[in-house]
């Protein structure tokens, strides 16, 4: 099973900040199979990102992933106040497994 | 728009069966893989099993000797069977689309709402 590791468990930041959430894997992940979700509370989790890279529809600009290896990020450029949340990142192999969630919080 | 909405009972006794249903609305159950997905509460996602619309399936190893995923396409349905349950199979449940074609990188676009499921005498 891949193990997905994601740090830190908690982000303190003010809004207008830069956010920057990883996601480690235990083992080779194609970027295809990589995705990033945002949960507010009492919510279902809401797509961000898919393969690693791409925006789903309607997310706005200021949300960016990358990969670089087995590290994947998510780059939130200028949080705002609709963006504090609980965030995983998800993979797509032969058994599909998420992170264990970052938290962003108002600093 | 398509909604997906879970539905079944919301208290289940100790070693019994857990059963849950999701209605697909607004759109077709076929060319999609239809997975459920779990959060204990105050815990992260754990992904459960899915099914396709043909009827294959795909089973978290740790829950598989107990999983049972089934498709009914007529009425735009799936269903989650989950046997011997223990309190630490207490959760939110939800359905959740899976696009996965040949054309796009997959991802879960569409969810229900979630539905919790105790498990206690």
């Known amino acids: 099973e891949i193990v997905l590791t994601q740090s830190p468990g908690t982000l303190s930041l003010s809004p207008g900040e830069r956010a920057t959430l990883s996601c480690r894997a235990s083992?080779?992940?194609?970027?295809?199979?990589l995705a990033w979700y945002q949960q507010r509370p009492g919510q279902a989790p809401r797509l961000l990102i898919y393969?690693?890279?791409t925006r789903a529809t309607g997310i706005p600009d200021r949300f960016s992933g990358s990969v670089s290896g087995t590290d994947f990020t998510l780059t939130i450029s200028r949080l705002e106040p609709e963006d504090f949340a609980v965030f995983y990142c998800?993979?797509?192999?032969?058994?599909?497994?998420f992170g264990q969630g970052t938290k962003v919080e108002i600093k | 728009q398509v909604q997906l909405q879970e539905s079944g009972p919301g208290l289940v006794k100790p070693s019994e069966t857990l059963s849950l249903t999701c209605t697909v609305s607004?759109?077709?159950?076929?060319?999609?893989?239809w997975s459920w997905i779990r959060q204990p509460p105050g815990k992260g996602l754990e992904w459960i099993g899915y099914?396709?619309?043909?009827?294959?399936?795909n089973y978290n190893p740790s829950l598989k000797s107990r999983v049972t995923i089934s498709v009914d396409t007529s009425n735009n349905q799936f269903s989650l069977k989950l046997s011997s349950v223990t309190a630490a199979d207490t959760a939110v449940y939800y359905c959740?689309?899976?696009?996965?074609?040949?054309?796009?990188?997959?991802?879960?676009?569409?969810w229900g709402q979630g539905t919790l499921v105790t498990v206690s005498s």
């Open positions: 959740a689309r899976e696009v996965s074609t040949g054309n796009t990188d997959p991802y879960f676009d569409y």
């Open positions: 607004g759109g077709s159950i076929g060319s999609y893989y």
């Open positions: 099914i396709y619309y043909s009827g294959s399936t």
């Open positions: 083992q080779s992940v194609s970027s295809s199979n």
């Open positions: 393969g690693a890279s």
């Open positions: 998800q993979q797509f192999g032969s058994s599909y497994t």
